[in-house]
């Protein structure tokens, strides 16, 4: 799996189209947070989640570009919002770790009641 730009426009057509169809006198308020991410069992990538990966992942920006992966034989990355770069993870319980991480942003969104994942998200990697 390497992200390619048609992975990165379907990410940005998704948010494009769902925030066209937000009407401005709806009565739903919402953040606008749309996530991009793929599930992936492998890679072809030489190393999976090497130099390669994460010079197509710097080409996205805004809307165009992936949150969040996992590609299970390997591992996870995601985006981190203040740096702008992106964290791999290889090894421990790459879909395991993908789901906390996801389930982890939607509750700062607001759309998942809180638990700490994270904490048991460590407690699996030990």
């Given at each position: 799996m390497?992200p390619?730009?048609?992975?990165c426009?379907k990410?940005a057509?998704?948010?494009t189209?769902s925030?066209e169809s937000l009407?401005?006198?709806?009565?739903?308020t919402?953040?606008?947070?749309i996530?991009g991410?793929v599930l992936t069992?492998?890679s072809?990538g030489?190393?999976?989640?090497?130099q390669?990966?994460?010079a197509?992942?710097r080409?996205g920006?805004?809307?165009?570009?992936?949150?969040?992966?996992?590609?299970?034989?390997?591992?996870?990355?995601?985006?981190?919002?203040?740096?702008g770069?992106?964290?791999y993870?290889?090894?421990?319980?790459?879909a395991?770790?993908f789901?906390?991480?996801?389930?982890?942003?939607?509750?700062f969104?607001?759309?998942?009641?809180?638990?700490?994942?994270?904490?048991?998200?460590?407690w699996l990697?030990?």
């Amino acid at each position: 799996m390497i992200p390619t730009k048609v992975s990165c426009w379907k990410c940005a057509a998704v948010v494009t189209c769902s925030r066209e169809s937000l009407s401005s006198a709806s009565a739903i308020t919402t953040s606008n947070l749309i996530l991009g991410g793929v599930l992936t069992f492998e890679s072809d990538g030489s190393p999976p989640l090497g130099q390669s990966l994460d010079a197509r992942l710097r080409d996205g920006a805004g809307d165009d570009r992936l949150d969040l992966a996992c590609v299970v034989a390997h591992g996870t990355f995601s985006l981190n919002g203040q740096t702008g770069g992106y964290c791999y993870d290889q090894g421990g319980k790459p879909a395991t770790a993908f789901l906390f991480n996801l389930i982890s942003r939607l509750q700062f969104s607001g759309t998942v009641p809180m638990i700490d994942v994270q904490a048991y998200g460590r407690w699996l990697g030990a």
